[in-house]
């Protein structure tokens, strides 16, 4: 295994070296857009679990120099990203698929479980913006609440499993309330469904914690496949880049779901991701900014009386049922964007974590 995680060391350097990269120092500080935004009192965005201090500034560097190069076709460039991966994910090359975000990737390995009438099983509130697609493929949706500890019940989804379903989704850490399955009872858990079903494991947000990722599981079984993203620790949302990992068997039924395999990928999106990849002091100081300011918030939400899940993730699930005043003009009159109410019961709702300062912004304005 070390010697694996030399060999990936080794590679980014290579690949650094190859788009003229060199060697940058990361400084885990705001880009220059935000900056400037800050300065002209636009909105303070707190919605989507971006990371407010990326593209990190070797990405930022191997973007701009591939901008002129996006008149021509690299056939290289995602091939070698996939080859990263692999090394980084210690997986073959054909374990793995490219897509523009994990959203494509999610609507390829859909398309690919709804290509037969049935049912499938997600947890409530969960990140669900794909599944109105799937129920106009013509899937039923099972939804199973969450433990009264905002936990994703795996032993009720398991129960929910039946003759008629296509895949169950779980997506760890869970997105709004940012709690996290442990690690051998989700394992237990995927062993059990995949027997009977597809299960997609998206962990969008799984770099923010210390827990260990599926991957290795995902190439064994057929049943499986782990969804991973850089739109989040990594900062490039806007880039669109994601991938997944499964079998290689399930991974060529779902790339014929896909006109061009790894095709969706900008030169400049991989060049991103790529870059992004070597810089570990960036993803370093992100991980820990973001427990600072996390940590910071948590602690005020507590003397405010508002009960908040303690949360793995870069944002926050609090309920709003005890706060006497009118939280969402709050945030509107101070010109912060968030989230709306995820359950009504105890209305529950989720804000990003930004840098400390924005934090520090959230709770004048709540107070």
């Given at each position: 295994?070390?010697?694996?995680?030399?060999?990936?060391?080794?590679?980014?350097?290579?690949?650094?070296?190859?788009?003229?990269?060199?060697?940058?120092?990361?400084?885990?500080?705001?880009?220059?857009?935000?900056?400037?935004?800050?300065?002209?009192?636009?909105?303070?965005?707190?919605?989507?679990?971006?990371?407010?201090?990326?593209?990190?500034?070797?990405?930022?560097?191997?973007?701009?120099?591939?901008?002129?190069?996006?008149?021509?076709?690299?056939?290289?460039i995602t091939?070698?990203?996939?080859?990263?991966?692999?090394?980084?994910?210690?997986?073959?090359?054909?374990?793995?698929l490219?897509?523009?975000?994990?959203?494509?990737?999610?609507?390829?390995v859909?398309?690919?479980?709804?290509?037969?009438?049935?049912?499938?099983?997600?947890?409530?509130?969960?990140?669900?913006?794909?599944?109105?697609?799937?129920?106009?493929?013509?899937?039923?949706?099972?939804?199973?609440?969450?433990?009264?500890?905002?936990?994703?019940?795996?032993?009720?989804?398991?129960?929910?499993i039946?003759?008629?379903?296509?895949?169950?989704?779980?997506?760890?850490?869970?997105?709004?309330?940012?709690?996290?399955?442990?690690?051998?009872?989700?394992?237990?858990?995927?062993?059990?469904?995949?027997?009977?079903t597809?299960?997609?494991?998206?962990?969008?947000?799984?770099?923010?914690?210390?827990?260990?990722?599926?991957?290795?599981?995902?190439?064994?079984?057929?049943?499986?496949?782990?969804?991973?993203?850089?739109?989040?620790?990594?900062?490039?949302?806007?880039?669109?880049?994601?991938?997944?990992?499964?079998?290689?068997?399930?991974?060529?039924?779902v790339?014929?779901?896909?006109?061009?395999?790894?095709?969706?990928?900008?030169?400049?999106?991989?060049?991103?991701?790529?870059?992004?990849?070597?810089?570990?002091?960036?993803?370093s100081?992100?991980?820990?900014?973001?427990?600072?300011?996390?940590?910071?918030?948590m602690?005020?939400?507590?003397?405010?009386?508002?009960?908040?899940?303690?949360?793995?993730?870069?944002?926050l699930?609090?309920?709003?049922?005890?706060?006497?005043?009118?939280?969402?003009?709050?945030?509107?009159?101070?010109?912060?964007?968030?989230?709306?109410?995820?359950?009504?019961?105890?209305?529950?709702?989720?804000?990003?974590?930004?840098?400390?300062?924005?934090?520090?912004?959230?709770?004048?304005?709540?107070?």
């Amino acid at each position: 295994m070390q010697s694996n995680r030399r060999n990936w060391i080794k590679q980014l350097g290579l690949a650094a070296a190859g788009m003229g990269l060199g060697r940058v120092t990361a400084l885990a500080e705001p880009s220059d857009l935000f900056k400037e935004t800050q300065e002209a009192g636009l909105p303070i965005k707190l919605s989507s679990n971006e990371n407010p201090y990326g593209p990190s500034p070797l990405a930022r560097r191997a973007m701009a120099e591939k901008v002129n190069a996006t008149n021509r076709y690299d056939w290289d460039i995602t091939t070698r990203l996939i080859e990263t991966l692999s090394v980084k994910n210690n997986v073959r090359k054909d374990n793995i698929l490219m897509a523009a975000g994990s959203t494509e990737v999610l609507d390829l390995v859909l398309r690919y479980a709804a290509n037969q009438q049935g049912n499938f099983v997600l947890a409530y509130p969960t990140y669900s913006y794909w599944s109105d697609t799937v129920i106009r493929f013509g899937l039923e949706r099972k939804i199973v609440p969450l433990t009264k500890e905002k936990q994703v019940d795996l032993p009720a989804m398991l129960k929910a499993i039946n003759a008629e379903t296509r895949f169950v989704y779980i997506c760890n850490p869970n997105n709004p309330t940012g709690t996290v399955c442990e690690r051998n009872e989700l394992l237990r858990f995927v062993n059990e469904a995949s027997k009977q079903t597809l299960v997609i494991v998206d962990e969008a947000y799984i770099d923010f914690t210390t827990e260990t990722s599926l991957v290795s599981e995902a190439v064994q079984n057929k049943n499986l496949v782990v969804v991973r993203t850089f739109s989040k620790i990594y900062g490039l949302a806007g880039a669109r880049v994601g991938y997944m990992v499964a079998h290689s068997r399930t991974m060529e039924k779902v790339a014929a779901m896909q006109s061009w395999n790894n095709g969706s990928i900008t030169v400049i999106s991989a060049a991103a991701a790529m870059a992004s990849l070597s810089d570990t002091k960036f993803v370093s100081d992100t991980y820990k900014l973001n427990e600072k300011a996390r940590q910071y918030t948590m602690d005020q939400l507590k003397k405010l009386n508002i009960t908040s899940i303690p949360s793995s993730t870069n944002f926050l699930y609090f309920s709003l049922d005890k706060y006497k005043y009118d939280y969402f003009r709050r945030l509107k009159d101070n010109h912060i964007s968030g989230t709306g109410i995820y359950e009504d019961e105890g209305s529950w709702t989720r804000i990003t974590i930004g840098t400390l300062a924005e934090m520090q912004k959230f709770i004048a304005a709540i107070r």
